[in-house]
């Protein structure tokens, strides 16, 4: 597979409502801040692609473009963030918002008010044996917040990482550097998955999700942050 990389443990085919689908990650440089989406989906993309695929790009490395990866050091947590991650539930998937930083940047990117609705809502739920509903009301900009862990690249193993600003553009603007190649921008792990942008609108995002349910790409060691989706041949 010229260009194309399987990550370990992780299958390059699945099938889909009766479709067979491949998953090819693309391996990079390592990506920041420096960079620009657009030059980087060219560089890696360009001579890959056919027509009928979709490219998949993780929402964190579109934020690491723009600058949303910020250090722990510049995070100042206010006592409310302090004493909200207390009862965020840690999962071994990602600390979430379960430590003060990360919880202090929810509360910039959603506002105060908000988080602290969605915590009231979310209490009620646990108290009903009902959980979720606490991403339900802070919206798709606080579940797309992780935290560090040692199983990303270093400089962003020490960085809080934001959802990215615009993914709809972004897509767009990929889609267009790439001459009309459809593009997603994906917030996908090993508890589920949402698409945050998407070009062009025809793109069905309920069947990328199930597509990508088991997160074929890797950003530790295996540095795939893109991937292409492409219909098997039978």
């Known amino acids: 597979m010229d260009g194309f990389v399987v990550n370990e443990n992780k299958n390059e085919i699945i099938e889909v409502d009766g479709v067979k689908y491949r998953r090819l990650a693309i391996k990079t440089h390592v990506i920041s801040e420096n960079?620009?989406?657009?030059?980087?989906?060219?560089?890696?993309?360009?001579?890959l692609a056919i027509d009928g695929d979709i490219l998949f790009i993780t929402e964190k490395i579109v934020g690491c473009t723009q600058g949303r990866a910020?250090?722990?050091?510049?995070?100042?947590?206010?006592?409310?963030a302090k004493f909200l991650c207390k009862f965020v539930l840690?999962?071994?998937?990602?600390?979430?918002?379960?430590?003060?930083?990360t919880m202090e940047m929810a509360l910039?990117?959603?506002?105060?008010?908000?988080?602290?609705?969605?915590?009231f809502v979310s209490a009620i739920g646990k108290l009903i044996g009902k959980r979720g509903w606490?991403?339900?009301?802070?919206?798709?900009?606080a579940r797309?917040?992780?935290g560090p862990c040692d199983c990303t690249?270093?400089?962003?193993?020490?960085?809080?990482?934001?959802?990215?600003?615009?993914?709809?553009?972004?897509?767009?603007?990929?889609?267009?550097?790439?001459?009309?190649?459809g593009v997603?921008?994906?917030?996908?792990?090993?508890?589920?998955?949402?698409?945050?942008g998407a070009y062009p609108s025809s793109i069905d995002c309920d069947l990328m999700v199930k597509i990508l349910k088991d997160n074929p790409l890797g950003q530790s060691h295996e540095q795939t942050p893109m991937g292409i989706i492409r219909v098997a041949e039978e």
Do not use: H
């Not at 910039?108 to 969605?118: H, P, S, V």
């Not at 994906?186 to 949402?194: E, P, R, S, V």
């Open 134 to 141: 606490f991403y339900q009301i802070a919206g798709e900009r």
């Open 108 to 119: 910039r990117e959603c506002g105060t008010i908000r988080i602290l609705f969605a915590a």
């Open 184 to 196: 997603i921008i994906t917030d996908i792990n090993d508890l589920g998955g949402n698409i945050l």
């Open 70 to 80: 910020i250090p722990l050091k510049d995070i100042k947590p206010r006592p409310l």
């Open 35 to 47: 960079d620009v989406i657009t030059d980087v989906a060219v560089k890696y993309v360009k001579d």
């Open 90 to 101: 840690k999962t071994p998937y990602g600390i979430g918002l379960a430590m003060p930083e």
């Open 144 to 146: 797309a917040i992780d």
């Open 153 to 181: 690249l270093p400089p962003f193993n020490e960085c809080v990482s934001l959802a990215p600003d615009k993914p709809e553009k972004v897509a767009e603007e990929v889609s267009n550097a790439l001459g009309g190649l």
